[in-house]
């Protein structure tokens, strides 16, 4: 049984790690939780966790093995978020050129997983209340019900009892999601937790990019704890990657930690500031540079990726025999033509013809091609494809 494993064990199984109480808490909550089909509301600062927290209840509910789908109800544009959720009949609006399933009837039988709910219309979360008491949808432009089996999992890092004092949020919706509700804590509130991740990422990185890494010097760890990490779990993973790329074959020292996070010797970042008050206009400046720096390094390292299969593919295209990899899904193209060879134009003409293959699912075109959502949305918007 789960509930009977070692907390390490469990939390490798899960991937959510630490040894605060707040943690320890946290996923005791979620052995209990798990297993009933009770919806839950997860919230807490970006970057803390909570589709790790999502996938964690999934993976050891009685619905491990049904789909978990996860929805940004904030990355969907509201025209069209009500006929992602629930699907369309054909010729229901403009486009509609055929009848479509959403992604609750996807995920019918597991669950499925809603991350910024806070971001959802009021007009989609009184049809969302509905599926919540009925397990019932209806389709965009259908006249009858469709009976689904779902659970339902919510993510957010706003206030919702302030949305709902705003009128930004049903006040219904927001007492029958609030039942089950798990608060992630800020990484600042658990510095103990730190050291543990650190290791983890490093661990991780050096086994997938098969970099040689000597460590972080205790001193270094100490420093690393002093900061208060406003991008929490998300910022310390960048910049421990992005540290061990900088400094790749040394041992990272706390003058590295010290230079790159502006820390004083003496003194922590003020809590909730995103650059300390204390710092010269200068010092500030080249923080929030290093945070714009660390934010875009694991793009272009996707990026980077991706070109690297792109000219592979070029030259099996030039040969006409188109090779993928079985672990990435890249639709096969069986034209004789020779496409552009440009680097952009080939990129383009890659991430056309995967949207083509999964019928413009945006995720599993990013999931195909090994990218982030996020960069696949800014390549999209930079090559007009959206």
Same mark, same amino acid.
């Not at 599926?131 to 706003?158: F, Q």
């Not at 003020?270 to 540079?289: H, M």
């Not at 639709?331 to 552009?340: F, I, L």
């Given at each position: 049984m789960e509930q009977t494993q070692n907390p390490e064990i469990l939390q490798e199984k899960l991937g959510f790690f630490g040894k605060s109480p707040q943690i320890e808490e946290l996923l005791q909550t979620i052995l209990m939780v798990a297993p009933t089909d009770l919806s839950v509301l997860i919230t807490g600062e970006s970057g803390t966790g909570k589709e790790v927290v999502a996938n964690a209840i999934h993976r050891l509910s009685k619905r491990k093995d049904k789909p978990l789908i996860s929805v940004n109800c904030g990355a969907i544009p509201e025209g069209i978020l009500e006929s992602e959720l629930f699907g369309h009949e054909k010729g229901s609006f403009t486009g509609a050129i055929a009848q479509r399933k959403g992604y609750f009837e996807a995920a019918d039988g597991g669950t499925i997983f809603l991350d910024?709910?806070?971001?959802?219309?009021?007009?989609?979360?009184?049809?969302?209340?509905?599926?919540?008491?009925?397990?019932?949808?209806?389709?965009?432009?259908?006249?009858?019900?469709?009976?689904?089996?779902?659970?339902?999992?919510?993510?957010?890092?706003?206030?919702?009892?302030?949305?709902?004092?705003?009128?930004? =949020?049903r006040r219904d919706l927001y007492f029958r999601l609030k039942a089950i509700t798990l608060q992630i804590p800020p990484l600042r509130k658990r510095k103990e937790d730190i050291p543990i991740l650190v290791k983890k990422f490093s661990d991780e990185f050096v086994r997938k990019?098969?970099?040689? =890494?000597?460590? =972080?010097?205790?001193?270094?760890?100490?420093?690393?704890?002093?900061? &208060?990490?406003?991008?929490?779990?998300?910022? /310390?993973?960048? =910049?421990?990657e992005?540290?061990?790329?900088?400094?790749?074959?040394?041992?990272?020292?706390?003058?590295?930690?010290?230079?790159? /996070?502006?820390?004083?010797?003496?003194?922590?970042t003020?809590?909730?500031?995103?650059?300390?008050?204390?710092?010269?206009? &200068?010092?500030?400046?080249?923080? /929030?540079?290093y945070r714009t720096l660390i934010s875009l390094k694991l793009d272009i390292t996707e990026i980077k990726?991706? /070109?690297?299969?792109?000219?592979?593919?070029? #030259?099996?295209?030039?040969?006409?025999?188109?090779?993928?990899?079985? &672990?990435?899904?890249?639709?096969?193209?069986?034209?004789?033509?020779?496409?552009?060879?440009?680097?952009?134009? #080939?990129?383009r003409e890659l991430i056309k013809e995967t949207l083509k293959k999964f019928n413009g699912n945006r995720r599993k075109t990013a999931k195909a091609l090994q990218i982030s959502e996020r960069t696949l949305y800014r390549k999209l918007n930079e090559y007009g494809l959206s």
């Open positions: 910024e709910i806070g971001e959802m219309p009021l007009n989609t979360q009184v049809k969302l209340l509905r599926v919540l008491e009925t397990s019932e949808i209806m389709r965009v432009g259908g006249s009858k019900s469709i009976k689904v089996d779902v659970r339902v999992i919510a993510a957010t890092n706003k206030n919702l009892e302030e949305a709902v004092r705003n009128n930004e =949020f990019n098969q970099i040689y =890494f000597k460590g =972080f010097a205790p001193e270094a760890i100490e420093l690393l704890k002093q900061y &208060d990490w406003p991008g929490n779990v998300r910022e /310390l993973k960048n =910049f421990v992005t540290a061990i790329i900088l400094n790749r074959g040394e041992i990272i020292h706390s003058s590295y930690v010290r230079s790159v /996070l502006n820390l004083n010797q003496h003194s922590a003020q809590e909730f500031l995103p650059v300390p008050l204390n710092k010269s206009p &200068d010092q500030a400046e080249r923080e /929030l540079i990726q991706m /070109l690297a299969r792109l000219i592979q593919a070029q #030259m099996d295209l030039v040969q006409n025999k188109v090779i993928f990899p079985a &672990d990435s899904p890249i639709p096969q193209d069986d034209s004789k033509e020779v496409k552009p060879t440009s680097m952009s134009a #080939m990129e």
